[in-house]
């Protein structure tokens, strides 16, 4: 474990040496607050429900995720430190968990932020406490699954913007997926397939603010899923 937690130190080091994570923050917690006070428009609202502020989480994350992931290894392979890296006493599956780590406490870290709307709206209504963590809890699942991706792809790239556009055009796929039910007539067996496939449609129970079991199980199965196809990269890689 203690591999794991000096990559993550040092992956957060990064974040915080440059603009990335100071950026990350600020854009995510301005788009967030905006959209729920203005746009969305709360205060006009006759229930009291965070469901719009969550729902705008996924196709942030859309965007910000691989904006957080793209430097992972896509710098590390155009810089050579990758090489140095693997030469390390570190086991390829503890550098992609200490990676990944590293930019889950960042999203963490946002999140904790966004705890000042929550805290902001209880005295104006009723809110279900219950609803909130399951709000809470299903974010940090999708980000998980999204950070593991986009991990993934910075493997197979040496340029961050590659990166960025590739793991940001997959996550849109695999997050509206179930569109395709909508635009045309599939087989009942392959709509069931595509809507259990989409990322959006295990998200929108917990933006109910309920737990499905069969959302944590598909979010959790894509997190390892990814991890461990960038830990064969790196073997992969380490040598040829």
């Known amino acids: 474990m203690k591999p794991v937690v000096i990559i993550a130190r040092r992956e957060l080091h990064s974040f915080f040496n440059s603009a990335v994570a100071y950026i990350a923050v600020t854009l995510f917690l301005g788009l967030t607050a905006v959209w729920f006070f203005a746009i969305y428009g709360f205060a006009a609202r006759d229930f009291a429900s965070l469901r719009g502020y969550f729902g705008l989480m996924p196709f942030l994350f859309i965007v910000l995720l691989p904006a957080i992931t793209m430097r992972s290894w896509a710098e590390e392979n155009k810089s050579g430190t990758a090489e140095l890296l693997l030469t390390m006493p570190f086991s390829e599956l503890q550098l992609v968990l200490g990676k990944f780590l590293g930019a889950l406490v960042l999203v ?34 999708l980000a998980c699954a999204g950070l593991s991706l ?30 395709v039910n909508a635009v045309s007539a599939l087989p009942r067996v392959l709509a069931l397939t595509v809507n259990h496939l989409s990322l959006l449609t295990h998200y929108e129970s917990f933006a109910r603010g309920l737990i499905d079991s069969r959302g944590v199980v598909h979010y959790a199965l894509l997190t390892v899923a990814f991890l461990y196809l960038s830990a064969r990269v790196l073997v992969i890689k380490k040598w040829s």
């Open 108 to 141: 963490l870290i946002m999140l904790a932020f966004t705890l000042a709307v929550p805290l902001t709206v209880l005295p104006l209504a009723r809110f279900e406490i219950g609803e909130i963590v399951g709000q809470y809890v299903g974010t940090v699942l």
């Open 150 to 179: 986009g991990q993934f792809v910075s493997s197979l790239s040496r340029n961050q913007i590659s990166a960025f556009l590739i793991s940001s055009l997959l996550l849109l796929l695999i997050s509206v997926l179930h569109v």
